[in-house]
């Protein structure tokens, strides 16, 4: 396979059976410039991870390519970490392909960001290249469509729509009280209060996410995300470390496989909302039900008065496990 011309922006830290897996998909593609972000460790014991990790990709950096990195000594955390990475690769690129370590693409999402990222460069409407679909769409007559909705496990994007990321939310507490919500949730009660939830929490808590404050961005702007027709990036970073699994492993989610799309792509003929797969991703990727505004509406009130994590994490659990329980017996 030629170099490839795109980009990539690798953010890894202190898991190597992953990365291994990511880093083997981004040297079959050969990227022609690579950048490396690593945020530090969190205690002395993570260190010898944090180190492996680096060296691993360091040493087996086997083709021609220019290298840039930036290894951080002090840990930023989940949220300020890759949101450091991004900001520093888009200060030097125009566009390009972000990577985690537990993101495991196709060979196809390459090109595809590719050909996409030039495609539509010039068009303010599209924010975001996704390669995660859910929902795959075996029998859809075009290589990929639109949604309102990005779910950044392998995306891409360009420095003018980055721009607008604001990990503080500082303009929520007005936007709150607008029209904002009603628009976003097309009416739907439950949608309303689900992104009012998360969106009062990250901006009380921006150190929780970085990807959060800018799907508000991109919700605030109606900014389109481009999904594929099948599922190109997969999430290999189940495991007992992982943030993720504090609510379990979503069963649509364990169905999904690993797949490639067909070139040259089919271009859909209109630039319109996929609106079934976006209610799809409310009710069940984001599993919007009563339960979780609740359990959504108790996290935010126990963190606001000064609860803590251990406390708060233990007692949430028993409530969905508790409701599951209602509802398989139901």
Known sequence: MENFDKSILFIVFNRLDTTKQVFEQIRKVKPLKLYIASDGPRNEKEKGK?????????????????????????????????????????????????????????????????????????????????????????????????SKYDLKWGWATWRDRWQYQDMFTKDWPSIKNSDFLDKVSNGKKLVKLYWESVFDEIHTYPHLAWDTQFTYQMLKRGLLTIVPKRNIILNIGYMEDATSTKWGIPDHIKRLKLDELDFPLIHPDKIEIDEKYDNLVEEIHFDINLSTILRFKLKNYLSSNHFTEKTILPLLRIIYRGYKKFKMEK
């Open 50 to 146: 944090v180190i492996a990790v680096r060296d691993f990709i360091m040493n087996n950096i086997d083709w021609e390519c220019e290298v840039k990195t930036r290894f951080r000594d002090k840990n930023l955390g989940v949220g300020f970490g890759p949101n450091d990475a991004i900001d520093w690769f888009f200060s030097q690129e125009e566009d390009g392909i972000i990577l985690e370590d537990d993101c495991l693409p196709s060979l196809s999402f390459f090109t595809f960001c590719k050909e996409l990222l030039d495609m539509y460069k010039d068009n303010k409407k599209i924010g975001v290249i996704q390669g995660f679909n859910p929902f795959p769409k075996e029998n859809y007559p075009y290589s990929y469509f639109f």
